[in-house]
């Protein structure tokens, strides 16, 4: 991913300015790390994931149909293979 293209600027990018007071705002990725965090899948690449569409699609749906808990590195691992 070029970093001069604006996806990725918007993905890492950190906004000139003062900061306002208060707690610091919640991102996108936080957001992304936290649920990884909660399903245990703290230690995965999730950015080289999102890259292949059907992958993280088929991650995000596993997660959101979660009843119990999965162990992510198999599911990464079936997610490869396939």
Request: proline share 4%.
């Amino acid at each position: 991913m070029g970093e001069d293209r604006g996806v990725y600027r918007v993905l890492v990018g950190r906004p000139e300015g003062k900061r306002p007071l208060g707690r610091p705002r919640r991102r996108w990725k936080d957001n992304i790390k936290m649920d990884l965090l909660e399903v245990g899948c703290e230690g995965m690449d999730w950015i080289d994931l999102a890259q292949d569409r059907d992958r993280w699609r088929a991650l995000v749906n596993a997660v959101m149909n979660l009843q119990g808990s999965i162990k992510c590195g198999e599911f990464v691992g079936q997610l490869k293979i396939s």
